[in-house]
Structures are given as C-alpha cells and as structure tokens.
C-alpha cells in the first residue's frame, strides 16, 4: 500500500500532482511519500511487537535522505548504520545514540572510536579481530561497548546472488561453526559487553523459510552460549523482508514475518531487534522521470528517458525490476525497451516492456524507488546528482539538491605542472 495514485487521469503522489513537481524541480527526480512512510513504520513495528520486547533500527543505507530518518525517527525507530557516515547523518537527523546499531565488515578503528564517542547503543561486530579492536579502544577510553557477534548462518536466502550475505561464502559474519568459541573469547575482554548475536541473511527474500531456518540455527546457538554460563540479552534478526515491485508480486507481509517470529523466538528470553530497510522505504518512492524521444528499434521501440543508471543502479547492478508508467493515465499501451542516455548498454531499465504509451516530452515514474534508489546515485557521464522531494499532504519540499556536473567539476583542479 501506498500513496501514488491516480486522479483525475494524472499521478500524485498524495495530493500533489507529479506534473507540478517536475515543472517547478525538474526532472529525474525522487519523490518520497511520507505518509506512506509513516504508514510503513508503523505497519512494522506493529506486526514484530506479536513477538515480544522488541527494537526496530531502520537500515539508513537503503535511504539515508535527513528528512526520511527524521519522519522514521518520530515514528520511533532507531538506525541501523553502517559507516561513520550514516552515523552522523543518524544523529543529524534527530535519532537517539542509544537506538544506533552500528553495523559493517570492515569498521575502520576511527570509525569504531567514532562509535564509542557518539555513545551509540550497539556494535555488530563482524569478526573476532574486530571485537579484540573495539574492545582495546573502549578500553583505552575507559568505556565498555555494548556488542553482538553477527553470525553467519549458513542458509541460502533463495535471493539475488549479489543480494545474499547469509552463506558460508559471503563474507559477512562468523561462521555459525565457531560463533560459541569466539564469543567465549570476546566475552572475556575488559572494554565489551557481549550482550547477544546477530544475522542477516540478505535482502527481498521472497519466502520465510530461509529466515525461519537461520533464526532456528541462531536459538539453539543462544542455548548453547547460555548454557556455556555466559549471557545472551538480545537477539539481533537483521533486515531483508522484500515488496511487491511487479503487479501481482505477493512477498511475504510485516504481519506474516512478525508472526514467524513470534512462532520460532518463543521462549528466547531476549530483546529482540531488527533492521528493515527496503520494507520500510521501497514503497515509499518513484523516480520520476521525462521521455527524451523515443526512437525506433528493429523490434520495439527504445524509449529514452531523462533518468539513468546512474540515478537508479538497481537494473544494472541486479537485473533489478521497476514498474513503469507514465505520469498522464493512458488506456493506449506499448511494448517498449525503456533506457537511459548512459553510454553504456547496462544503462536499460527494461527490455520489451508492455506499459503505456509515452512520447517525447511526457512523464512518466519508475515505481518502489524509494529503497537503494537515490542512495546509490552517482554522477557517471557527468550528469548531476539527482534530487530528493519529500511529499506530505498538499506540501512538498525539496530534500536534497540537485548536484550539478559543474559543482561536481568545481571540487577538481588541474595540478599546475600540468598546465604549462
Ligand atoms: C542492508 C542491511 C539491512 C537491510 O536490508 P533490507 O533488505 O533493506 O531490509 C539490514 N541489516 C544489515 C546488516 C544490512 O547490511
């Protein structure tokens, strides 16, 4: 559910109409429903509250535009972050320190120091060399780092093979094998609490049996730890629930995946935590764009729109699917092989597409664009880095600017031995 619909034959997103965004912010442009925001958050947080005590951290790096963690901060969720940079746009955008997860392979010492100064509720840590440095840190600053071991469990999530992070060959985790022997170890250390574990075994997973077998593995490795004398407080079940992105695509609900993990956490005894991302924002956006031309192919035609790869990386980075339709309701369709202008073939978000008909100078939106959209944005072919608009109600404002290729070229210099 949602809030871009028709009315009166034109799309809006709420109550403003898509034509007037794109007339006076131009265009490709992501435009962000906070409602269906709000809504999403609250859907959520509602359906993993049938399990327990629970704490839901949004994964900034699926959205990490300030306005959109400032609308899922006042709906009380925390961050999920995975740099020092989504810290301190957490912390910018209004979030408590104490509902800051802090996630990520590769942590560099500044950036777990930057952690630990920022008082952040959580460390993820990722390895038992990464533990040995988080605790020598905390140490040296006389604080003990609350921290969970992510584990990897060693389940194939059924998803995108550059989506996946949950088997024995991704490199995120410990494996389950020597997660006991480890904590054991990190337990031991002055300067960490080891509170719990953690996993997250990849993103838009399209049925619940992969989770429910990994968080099955995770409670007997709790009883284990436990067992061995040592405390487990809180249990981290990470991100991954997909949407709908191709009409008629039933992904499993937040109602069906809280209720799994009622079903399979029952008895745990733990804080419960979880970082979505995609299911809280992927809704929640477009990416509108304009038709350039549309010219003649030998099968279909290529429709060429101001929007690229480099504003929406997701089809050529995953195959990835975006629903496609123009901004001015037509019952006239097509069948079209949609692209941008990028130089490269990679830069098409869909081959022999049926939608409806556009011609040059209309608009149109790529649907579900408001999770790994914007985020991944870059400037290749030299082209601006696109925009942010936050819809509420009747009112818009423009969240992030457009970069443009000259700013971009402004931050370069030719170095003077270079120009003689
Ligand atoms: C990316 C990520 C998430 C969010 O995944 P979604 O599929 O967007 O829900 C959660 N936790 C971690 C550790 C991640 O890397």
Redesign the pocket.
């Given at each position: 559910m949602n809030h871009f619909d028709y009315r009166n034959g034109i799309l809006h997103c709420e109550d403003v109409p898509l034509t007037d965004i794109a007339r006076h912010v131009g265009t490709p442009v992501y435009v962000y429903s906070r409602a269906t925001l709000e809504r999403h958050a609250q859907v959520f947080q509602k359906a993993v509250a049938q399990a327990g005590k629970v704490d839901v951290a949004f994964?900034v790096?699926?959205n990490p535009n300030l306005a959109v963690l400032r609308v899922l901060a006042r709906e009380g969720m925390g961050a999920?972050v995975?740099s020092g940079g989504e810290l301190e746009r957490a912390l910018a955008a209004g979030m408590a320190p104490e509902r800051i997860v802090f996630?990520g392979v590769g942590k560099t010492g500044v950036e777990l120091a930057q952690g630990l100064d920022r008082d952040i509720g959580q460390f993820?840590i990722e390895s038992e060399e990464e533990g040995m440095e988080l605790a020598a840190i905390a140490a040296a600053k006389g604080l003990v780092a609350d921290a969970v071991l992510r584990v990897n469990p060693d389940v194939d999530a059924g998803t995108h093979a550059k989506?996946s992070?949950g088997k024995a060959e991704n490199k995120f985790g410990v494996p389950i094998g020597h997660a006991i022997a480890i904590y054991t170890r990190l337990a031991a250390l002055p300067g960490l609490n080891m509170r719990g574990v953690a996993l997250?075994i990849g993103?838009?997973l399209e049925n619940l049996e992969p989770l429910a077998a990994a968080f099955g593995r995770i409670g007997t490795l709790v009883e284990t730890i436990r067992s061995g004398g040592l405390s487990v407080s809180h249990v981290d079940l990470?991100?991954?629930?997909g949407v709908p992105y191709r009409p008629g695509e039933n992904p499993p609900t937040p109602e069906d995946y809280g209720a799994m993990v009622a079903r399979v956490t029952k008895g745990w005894d733990v804080t419960l935590m979880f970082?979505?991302?995609?299911?809280i924002v992927g809704n929640a956006g477009v990416l509108l764009t304009s038709v350039i031309r549309v010219k003649p192919g030998i099968q279909h035609p290529f429709v060429i729109v101001d929007a690229a790869m480099n504003d929406l990386a997701r089809p050529a980075l995953y195959d990835a699917y975006h629903h496609f339709d123009p901004v001015a309701q037509t019952r006239e369709m097509m069948t079209a092989n949609i692209v941008g202008p990028v130089c490269e073939s990679a830069d098409t978000f869909a081959m022999a597409r049926e939608c409806g008909a556009v011609r040059a100078g209309d608009l149109a939106v790529f649907r579900t664009a408001g999770?790994y959209g914007a985020t991944m944005a870059s400037t290749y072919n030299s082209r601006a880095l696109v925009p942010e608009v936050l819809v509420d109600g009747g009112r818009y404002a423009v969240v992030a600017d457009r970069i443009a290729a000259a700013t971009i070229m402004g931050a370069e210099r030719v170095p003077e031995w270079l120009m003689s």
């Open positions: 994964a790096k699926a999920d995975v996630s993820n989506i992070t997250h993103s838009m990470g991100g991954g629930l970082e979505p991302g995609r299911v999770a």
